[in-house]
């Protein structure tokens, strides 16, 4: 479904990702690990087409992301470490704004969604609430609701709870937990080994840009 190869990523000179290949099947869950500084969001960027390598190709569904059209933006979600939420909308507006405005979607059902998705992620009864209003778990929740309500095919999380502190991460991390068990294709770079068990069924290990090691999230449980 996405397949990146030969990825070369530099910064004023210094090479931060070396020929790094990736193929990612739909449905699959694939976490990210490895140190600080090793490449793991640059590469994420340069997957999801956030960011564009300097050589090597991405291409999702056999069509390179940079080409025209390639990418339906619409099939992605991203969650950041910072939540980016509507500070003048509340939690509710925030997930409906984008399937009205980009989808085109009639408000009213938009909202029933947006209360679907609420209930998901156990904030039912914080859907007038401004994100001021919410803790960072919360809002990390929020911004979670927002991303499913397109209907994403394909998922990025780049360290979804280092901002958070430990109880607002296990919050989180449950529910991201939850959700993947669909059908969704998800990538997450994280740096929670218990996370990447639970959620992942492969992960791959980077350093120093590249990747060291590939294989099923299985094969951590029995390492550790
Ligand atoms: P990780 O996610 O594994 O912590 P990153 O991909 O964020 O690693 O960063 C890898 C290296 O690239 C780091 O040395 C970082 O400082 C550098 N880097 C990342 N993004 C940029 C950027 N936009 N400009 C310059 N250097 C960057
Ligand atoms: P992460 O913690 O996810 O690895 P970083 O904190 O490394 O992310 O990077 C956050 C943002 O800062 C990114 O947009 C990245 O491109 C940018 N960045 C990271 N390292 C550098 C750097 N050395 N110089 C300039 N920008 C950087």
Do not use: C, W
Not at 116 to 130: P, T
């Amino acid at each position: 479904m996405l397949r990146a190869e030969h990825i070369e990523k530099s910064y004023n000179g210094t090479q931060v990702l070396k020929d790094v290949s990736l193929n990612i099947k739909q449905g699959e869950k694939v976490v990210i690990i490895g140190p600080s500084g090793s490449g793991k969001s640059t590469l994420l960027r340069s997957i999801s087409g956030l960011e564009k390598a300097d050589a090597g190709s991405v291409s999702y569904k056999g069509v390179p992301i940079r080409e025209k059209g390639a990418y339906d933006r619409t099939e992605i979600g991203m969650i950041f470490q910072s939540f980016d939420l509507f500070e003048h909308l509340t939690a509710l507006e925030n997930i409906m704004l984008a399937p009205v405005l980009v989808h085109k979607e009639n408000k009213e059902r938009a909202k029933e969604k947006a209360m679907e998705l609420l209930e998901i992620v156990h904030l039912s009864e914080r859907a007038d609430y401004y994100p001021q209003e919410l803790s960072g778990g919360q809002q990390q929740r929020i911004a979670i609701a927002r991303a499913l309500a397109m209907n994403p095919k394909l998922m990025f999380f780049d360290e979804p709870t280092s901002a958070l502190d430990p109880e607002m991460t296990v919050e989180v991390l449950d529910i991201v937990v939850e959700l993947v068990k669909g059908g969704m294709t998800v990538v997450i770079v994280t740096h929670e080994m218990e996370f990447a068990r639970r959620v992942g069924d492969r992960v791959v290990f980077m350093d120093q840009g590249t990747i060291i090691s590939d294989m099923p999230a299985e094969r951590l449980t029995m390492s550790a």
